[in-house]
């Protein structure tokens, strides 16, 4: 059965990032660099690998850096083109895409996830569409959005990206009521927002990447506050099961948690490792330490 392409894809950027004061006073978090390239970045690379062709990005104040990032910087590409500097030049105008693909929708009130997500409800016009959490950094051989599409072009309906965490680090996630399993696939009973340990129905965790059907923005028009005085998207997403197919795929990948410094740092080592230059100088310098 053929299932409607997912082209779109929303990606909430409108976040205050107050772990990491005071670097993202000015600087958004998303704009925090992960070995060379902005975590902004890896989130758009992995949608282009997925075959999405529009990108939105719901940002906030002072967020205009993004727009900057993805557009030409004419003098500084002028300086390096009269200074030879090739690689530089390459390196600047490595994050262009084609005109029109992202696109910009501000959301005017901290109001959580789910009122971010329906702030694009204009742009996603009735389509199915993604969503991904830059703060999730996931390095795997295949992008994480692209195993999901996958999995969608079989299977429809909604899909959520999940993995197994610590039965008291549940509070922290999003967690599901697991039905039954085909491979990778879960079928999703339910969805609870930050359970307390005692209460979560399972160890599953919802990370920040979604396939969701377009109904899911009428029910989060509707959709009043919860965890955190909120709009929580995983409120909204609960409503839709059992009207739709709805799967969480257990992806092949390593998360790194870039909303944290912990998982910021590591996600900088781990990626550092991956250049061969850096991998021996951090070598070199664990070892001297």
């Known amino acids: 059965m053929a299932h409607q392409p997912i082209k779109k894809i929303i ?9 990491f004061l005071p670097a993202t006073k000015a600087i958004p978090k998303e704009m925090l660099p992960v070995v060379d390239k ?32 993805f557009d030409h910087a004419y003098e500084l590409e002028k300086i390096l083109q009269e200074r030879s500097k090739e690689e ?11 005109e029109g693909r992202i ?5 005017m009130r901290p109001r959580g996830l789910g009122h971010a997500v329906w702030c694009a409800r204009h742009i996603t016009n009735g389509d199915p569409f993604a969503v991904a959490l830059p703060d999730d950094l996931i390095k795997a051989p295949k992008g994480c959005l692209k195993q999901m599409i996958d ?23 999003g967690v599901i009521t697991p039905g039954a399993v085909s491979g990778k696939l879960t079928e999703v009973l339910g969805l ?14 919802v990370i920040g990447r979604y396939i969701l059907q377009p109904e899911v923005m009428d029910i989060l028009k509707d959709t009043e506050a919860g965890a955190g005085n909120e709009i929580q998207l995983t409120d909204a997403m609960a409503k839709m099961i059992g009207r739709q197919p709805f799967h969480a795929l257990e992806f092949d990948g390593k998360r790194y948690d870039c909303g944290s410094k912990e998982g910021w740092l590591m996600a900088n080592i781990s990626l550092a490792m991956e250049d061969p230059d850096l991998a021996s100088f951090l070598e070199q310098e664990i070892k001297l330490k």
């Not at 909430?12 to 990032?17: C, N, Q």
């Not at 902005?38 to 719901?58: D, K």
């Not at 530089?88 to 084609?98: E, H, I, N, V």
């Open 11 to 19: 990606l909430p950027v409108a976040g205050l990032g107050t772990r």
């Open 38 to 69: 902005p975590l902004i970045q890896y989130a758009v690379e992995e949608a282009i690998e997925a075959g999405i062709e529009q990108i939105i990005l719901v940002t906030g104040r002072n967020k205009q850096v993004m727009e900057d990032h």
């Open 88 to 98: 530089g030049l390459k390196a600047s105008r490595s994050m262009l895409q084609p």
């Open 103 to 107: 696109v910009y929708v501000r959301q």
């Open 151 to 173: 999995s969608y072009n079989t299977v429809g309906g909604n899909i959520i990206a999940g993995m197994s965490v610590a039965k008291e680090d549940t509070s922290k996630y």
């Open 192 to 205: 609870v927002e930050k359970p307390h340990p005692e209460d979560a129905p399972s160890t599953q965790a």
